[in-house]
T-cell receptor
Framework: ETGVTQTPRHLVMGMTNKKSLKCEQH?????MYWYKQSAKKPLELMFV???????ENNSVPSRFSPECPNSSHLFLHLHTLQPEDSALYLC???????????????FGSGTQLSVL | GDSVTQMEGPVTLSEEAFLTINCTYT??????LFWYVQYPGEGLQLLLK?????DKGSNKGFEATYRKETTSFHLEKGSVQVSDSAVYFC??????????FGKGTLLTVNP
């Protein structure tokens, strides 16, 4: 148990659906991240939040909409997704922004998303 | 930009075999270097790291040495176990460098 919890573990949705992924961390960290993990591709950073403020948007399509209401919670709202968006979506957290320090990331177990 | 090249998998070994997973990187300056591991059904977790040249990171019997001259950070273990079966990711980053993960190398250890 890493202290980062993601729900749901699995999600199947149609291209016209709207769904949300949830991430919660109980570590007292100030930075949270969304990554996309697709088969045969490197892990892709999507968004970074530091003290609830978005500090990184890695050219992610607008059909992915993140929300960070507080330092412990991070959401990824999904709408009108495409089949190629099917992947494992991983949430991570760190004490501070890991891109400015040598700290490690703590990952959740991910949400396996299938878009039909 | 920064990039990392990992040994293509999958790698299949018998228990107690020697493991090497190669990793080379390109980056301006001297990033910290990390190995993360992803066990089946889980997220990634830090395995080991090294923050400067010639540092050796080690954990759970795994080792990797920061080689500045060859820009490499190869992962080694002298005797693998079935429980080491996982996907291993090399990642340069830290201290103003974005973490750049490799594609991952799937290791399967058979009894």
């Amino acid at each position: 148990e890493t202290g980062v919890t993601q729900t749901p573990r699995h999600l199947v949705m149609g291209m016209t659906n709207k769904k949300s992924l949830k991430c919660e961390q109980h570590l007292g960290h100030n930075a949270m991240y969304w990554y996309k993990q697709s088969a045969k591709k490197p892990l892709e950073l999507m968004f970074v939040y530091n003290f609830k403020e978005q500090t990184e948007n890695n050219s992610v399509p607008s059909r992915f909409s993140p929300e960070c209401p507080n330092s412990s919670h991070l959401f990824l709202h999904l709408h009108t997704l495409q089949p190629e968006d099917s992947a494992l979506y991983l949430c991570a957290s760190s004490q501070e922004n890991v891109f400015a320090t040598n700290e490690k990331l703590f990952f959740g177990s991910g949400t396996q998303l299938s878009v039909l | 930009g920064d990039s990392v090249t990992q040994m293509e998998g999958p790698v299949t070994l018998s228990e107690e075999a020697f493991l090497t997973i190669n990793c080379t990187y390109t980056a301006t300056g001297y990033p910290s270097l990390f190995w993360y591991v992803q066990y089946p059904g889980e997220g990634l977790q830090l395995l080991l790291k090294a923050t400067k040249a010639d540092d050796k990171g080690s954990n759970k019997g795994f080792e990797a040495t920061y080689r500045k001259e060859t820009t490499s950070f190869h992962l080694e273990k002298g005797s693998v176990q079935v429980s080491d079966s996982a996907v291993y990711f090399c990642a340069p980053g830290g201290s103003n460098y974005k973490l750049t993960f490799g594609k991952g190398t799937l290791l399967t250890v058979n009894p």
